[in-house]
């Protein structure tokens, strides 16, 4: 007996958090027990990384504060002194111009060309920038090229004799739970390394269009910036970038560049000083599932075709608004926010095959790819209103929905462009699907499940055709005033 007790009480102990208790009983689930071990040690890893590995300083001229004029204060009063110290010590710099320094990481990828890479955001608006070195060498870095989008830079150095260098790695390969190590130079304490795990892939923190980020437990702090993040190969799978902190420092959660998006950007930046990606010309919406099921799809996924740029690439091959992405140069589009980065990491000029849903079938279109251009604006052309014999303006309700025809009265009213067409909305109902999908008046339906509508009548047909055919939401496409368009999914069941 004595055996069997000391077993259960064991087990309470160290087994608790692999059973469930049942009754003062732990009924145990089977664990399996790990096949591999953290490294025992990263000592010669990092002993062989850290010469790479480099702190960035930063010093930049601003200007300096103006003068605060202090607030009349009447003589004797108890504040009279409080109100001179603190004013005096605002005005201290009195508008001169002073110098402003910031510290960063980076890390060198060709010895022989001195070229290193960082962060956008380390040496954004730095006057000087100083690559200081583990042996405490120092040299002024030139600035090559940086990219905001993706918040990555190259500088480049003179050195004397070829730089300790490491190689950017394959971050497709790596694994959420696999082993990674930061270098860097946080809180201004060069060569600090830390060791976490790849806590999570495929990150969208909304820093930029392309966000596709490795997340790690490693810490990561203030001054990590920029550097390197090495799998247990000693290669580069990220480049540290952002963490989650409401104190300041490393909770645990930090972010990195993924090594295979770094490598096209940098690449890039080192032949032309300047990014070149490839363009699509479509604005693009998540596929939601209500509009999945609006369109008949069994699943949500790909990018939904909101609108298309005149004369680009997407117009020219005769994709469609309402067309769903789901596949691009043999890839699948599982999200929206995957056509941005694929696009862009596509080369300029190449003809890709870019299969789309349209009307329930899939459609094959050879698109050819151009050049993004940073500081292109699209512009609504303007189209000259006709005259027209003046008739009854037609009204309906449907879908929570005031409807009436566009006229002169109407577009005015709502400052509806002109080159806007469709069916108005006047009026929306308070607690409708249309009001929780921020349906406004004046928001102008243009298609109803794709297809085109001008009065409400045409609207109220199309319903009608979606109702007799099962479907539980009505895909709208909505223009605003200005003319910038929207698929939203509104329920039928409000009918």
Not at 74 to 79: L, Q, R, V
Not at 93 to 111: E, W
Not at 488 to 495: G, L, N
């Amino acid at each position: 007996m004595a055996p069997n007790f000391v077993r259960r009480r064991m087990s309470r102990v160290a087994f608790a958090a692999a059973g469930i208790v049942l009754g003062g009983m732990i009924a145990f689930q089977p664990i399996q027990t790990a096949k591999a071990q953290g490294p025992v040690s990263v000592a010669d890893l990092a002993e062989n990384l850290a010469d790479a590995v480099v702190n960035i300083s930063t010093a930049q001229t601003v200007q300096g504060r103006r003068s605060v004029p202090m607030p009349q204060v009447p003589d004797g009063s108890p504040f009279q002194e409080f109100f001179e110290e603190f004013f005096n010590r605002q005005n201290r710099d009195d508008g001169q111009p002073r110098r402003v320094q910031s510290l960063g990481s980076g890390f060198v990828i060709d010895g022989e060309e001195g070229i290193i890479i960082t962060n956008n955001h380390v040496i954004e608006g730095a006057d000087e920038v100083t690559a200081n070195f583990n042996d405490g060498t120092k040299l002024k870095a030139e600035i090559l090229g940086t990219d905001e989008k993706t918040d990555l830079a190259v500088l480049k150095v003179v050195p004397e004799t070829p730089l300790k260098a490491v190689q950017l790695g394959d971050s497709d390969a790596i694994r959420v739970g696999d082993w990674v190590m930061a270098i860097g130079n946080p809180f201004g304490l060069g060569g600090t390394v830390t060791v976490g795990i790849v806590s999570a892939r495929n990150r969208d923190i909304n820093s930029g269009p392309y966000d596709n980020f490795i997340q790690t437990d490693a810490s990561i702090n203030r001054g990590n910036s920029g550097g390197p993040l090495f799998d247990m190969q000693g290669n580069v799978v990220g480049i540290n970038t952002a963490i989650i902190s409401p104190s300041g420092g490393s909770i645990g959660i930090g972010f990195a560049i993924p090594a295979k998006t770094a490598t096209r950007v940098i690449d890039q930046l080192r032949e032309f000083g300047e990014t070149r990606r490839g363009w699509l010309g479509v604005r693009i919406q998540e596929v939601t599932d209500e509009i999945a099921e609006s369109l008949g799809m069994d699943e949500a996924m790909g990018a939904l075709v909101a609108g298309v740029t005149e004369d680009g690439p997407a117009s020219k091959a005769e994709i469609e608004p309402g067309d769903v992405i789901i596949k691009f140069d043999g890839s699948e589009v599982e999200a929206m926010r995957e056509l941005p980065r694929m696009v862009a990491e596509t080369a300029i000029g190449k003809d890709v095959e870019v299969v789309v849903l349209r009307k329930g079938e899939e459609v094959t279109i050879s698109v050819t790819l151009e050049r993004l251009e940073e500081n292109d604006v699209t512009e609504a052309s303007a189209t000259t209103e006709e005259e027209q014999e003046e008739k009854p303006v037609e009204k309906s309700e449907v879908l929570g929905m005031t409807l009436s025809e566009l006229d002169d009265e109407l577009r005015e009213q709502f400052s509806i462009e002109a080159d806007v067409t469709g069916v108005v909305v006047t009026e929306v109902e308070a607690g409708s699907s249309a009001e929780e999908k921020r349906v406004q008046a004046g928001d102008v339906i243009k298609e109803v499940a794709q297809e085109p509508v001008e009065t409400p009548a045409d609207v109220e047909a199309e319903i009608e055709k979606l109702k007799e055919g099962g479907r539980r939401s009505a895909l709208l496409l909505l223009a605003n005033p200005s003319g910038d368009v929207r698929f939203v999914p509104v329920r039928i069941e409000d009918e």
